[in-house]
T-cell receptor, first 112, second 114 residues
Framework: KAGVTQTPRYLIKTRGQQVTLSCSPISGHRSVSWYQQTPGQGLQFLFEYFSETQRNKGNFPGRFSGRQFSNSRSEMNVSTLELGDSALYLC???????????FGPGTRLLVL | AQSVSQHNHHVILSEAASLELGCNYSYGGTVNLFWYVQYPGQHLQLLLKYFSGDPLVKGIKGFEAEFIKSKFSFNLRKPSVQWSDTAEYFCAAVYTGTASKLTFGTGTRLQVTL
């Protein structure tokens, strides 16, 4: 089976812009979660979707949003980018909530 | 609050040395526990997991971990490390009722010298 794929892999944006990141889960997986990884804060949970519904949300501002499509693919959007949003954004998928999550390679976002 | 703590931030070992990385989780009900590894330039990979049953779980590449409920611990061990084990190791927990929210520890950077 193909693993979790994320596009794009690298992205450079400027402050104030918005960005959309995409994640395709492992075939058959219906749960998709997003995480932000930074040197200072480590790995932090953003949100989780299952069957197109957001089931849980981390402690991030409303500028961070996401959605899931009927084919389980997911997107996350960050509006009005700030320098502090520079990070590696990881997507993970699982068969169902609370099952083992498998991670993609991430999208590295640099905000200038 | 639900949290996971890893006591060792940076560990340096010689090849063939034994490894034990500490992980403690806060009380919050039933938990599923995981160790993930991130090799340089690669994505997070699952090393092993504990959901229930035998508290000693074996994972890939010779790693094992022991769940000790009374100590809220899930320490990772390997009897003899190799240079290729150089990586960052993350302990994580999913608390029942939080869907797929993985709560991660801060990670331990392991450096294995020849």
């Amino acid at each position: 089976k193909a693993g979790v794929t994320q596009t794009p892999r690298y992205l450079i944006k400027t402050r104030g812009q918005q960005v959309t990141l995409s994640c395709s889960p492992i075939s058959g997986h219906r749960s998709v979660s997003w995480y932000q990884q930074t040197p200072g804060q480590g790995l932090q949970f953003l949100f989780e979707y299952f069957s197109e519904t957001q089931r849980n949300k981390g402690n991030f501002p409303g500028r961070f949003s996401g959605r899931q499509f009927s084919n389980s693919r997911s997107e996350m959007n960050v509006s009005t980018l700030e320098l502090g949003d520079s990070a590696l954004y990881l997507c993970a998928s699982s068969n169902a909530p609370e099952e083992t999550q498998y991670f993609g390679p991430g999208t590295r976002l640099l905000v200038l | 609050a639900q949290s996971v703590s890893q006591h060792n931030h940076h560990v340096i070992l010689s090849e063939a040395a034994s490894l034990e990385l500490g992980c403690n989780y806060s009380y919050g009900g039933t938990v599923n526990l995981f160790w993930y590894v991130q090799y340089p330039g690669q994505h997070l990979q699952l090393l092993l997991k504990y959901f229930s049953g035998d508290p000693l779980v074996k994972g890939i590449k010779g790693f094992e971990a022991e769940f000790i409920k009374s100590k809220f611990s899930f320490n990772l061990r390997k009897p003899s490390v190799q240079w290729s084990d150089t990586a960052e190791y993350f302990c994580a927990a999913v608390y029942t009722g939080t869907a797929s929210k993985l709560t991660f520890g801060t990670g331990t950077r392991l450096q294995v010298t020849l």
